[in-house]
């Protein structure tokens, strides 16, 4: 009697996968005696399956065992591993398969520090040119959050400002131009980060060049 028990990692599973994905293909790739035109259509297709699928498990065991792919793009987190790179991954392995508890499914408000499963992903939505904000939060905490907001409007105020003066106008070259200086000066003045700056531009040149040729695109600046 041994006293060593089996893991049955990852390569085993893959293993027992390749043996039976040898055992269909043999079973498919002789044809029924009397077999019909339409049958042996399935069958072949059937066959074609199976290869493919065999391919793709022989594919995850190098891949396994080298640590990369044919094309030579690491499939696995090896940086995250010690030397013991194939050990730590069939721990990792068996943790993914153990069943999920009470505990997996709640999350931490980024608040209180409370975990529970009454805790969401809560977008706040700011006017124009500020990005969303998304945190984790409970219940209580994320009501809090929202009846701290709502009062303070001058906030509100001064965005929608800044929104009205942003009306955007793409109906002439010339008013396209006039955009793309507009944008400008919102980044020079801050109000808008460079990577949305160029976003925009972007969006307004790809109209200008709608134009077509008579609008001398990019060579009309102010
Ligand atoms: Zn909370």
Same mark, same amino acid.
Not at 16 to 21: E, K, M, T
Not at 153 to 160: F, L, N, P, T, V
Not at 213 to 222: L, R
């Given at each position: 009697?041994?006293?060593k028990?089996?893991i049955?990692?990852?390569l085993?599973?893959?293993?027992?996968?390749?043996?039976?994905?040898d055992?269909?293909?043999d079973s498919?790739?002789k044809?029924?005696?009397?077999?019909k035109p339409?049958?042996?259509r399935?069958?072949?297709?059937?066959?074609?399956?199976l290869i493919e699928?065999q391919?793709?498990?022989?594919a995850?065991?190098?891949?396994?065992?080298?640590g990369?792919d044919?094309?030579?793009?690491v499939?696995?987190?090896?940086d995250v591993?010690?030397?013991?790179a194939?050990?730590?991954?069939?721990?990792?392995? $068996?943790?993914?398969?153990?069943?999920?508890?009470? $505990?997996?499914?709640?999350?931490?408000?980024?608040?209180?520090?409370v975990?529970?499963?009454?805790?969401?992903?809560?977008?706040?939505?700011?006017?124009?040119?500020q990005?969303?904000e998304?945190?984790?939060?409970?219940?209580k905490?994320?009501?809090?959050?929202?009846?701290?907001?709502?009062?303070g409007?001058?906030?509100?105020?001064?965005?929608?400002a800044?929104?009205s003066?942003?009306?955007?106008?793409?109906?002439?070259p010339?008013?396209?131009?006039?955009?793309?200086? $507009?944008?400008?000066?919102?980044?020079?003045a801050?109000?808008l980060?460079?990577?949305?700056?160029?976003?925009m531009?972007?969006t307004?040149?790809?109209?200008?060049?709608?134009?077509g040729?008579?609008?001398?695109?990019?060579?009309?600046?102010?």
């Open positions: 009697m041994t006293s028990k089996l049955h990692g990852f085993d599973k893959l293993g027992r996968n390749i043996q039976a994905l055992a269909g293909i498919v790739r044809p029924a005696k009397g077999e339409s049958d042996r399935a069958r072949l297709k059937l066959l074609r399956d699928l391919n793709a498990s022989m995850a065991v190098k891949a396994h065992l080298l990369r044919e094309t030579g793009s499939n696995e987190p090896e591993y010690s030397e013991n194939a050990w730590e991954f069939e721990r990792d392995f $068996k943790r993914f398969l153990e069943p999920w508890t009470q $505990k997996d499914i709640e999350f931490e408000c980024e608040d209180c520090g975990e529970s499963e009454e805790v969401y992903r809560r977008t706040f939505s700011h006017p124009y040119p990005e969303d998304h945190f984790y939060l409970c219940d905490c994320y009501e809090k959050q929202t009846t701290q907001q709502s009062p409007k001058d906030d509100s105020a001064e965005a929608d800044t929104r003066d942003m009306k955007v106008n793409l109906s002439t010339e008013k396209c131009q006039e955009m793309i200086q $507009k944008v400008k000066a919102l980044e020079a801050g109000q980060g460079p990577a949305q700056a160029n976003a531009i972007g307004i040149q790809n109209a200008l060049s709608l134009f040729k008579q609008g001398t695109v990019g060579s009309t600046s102010a």
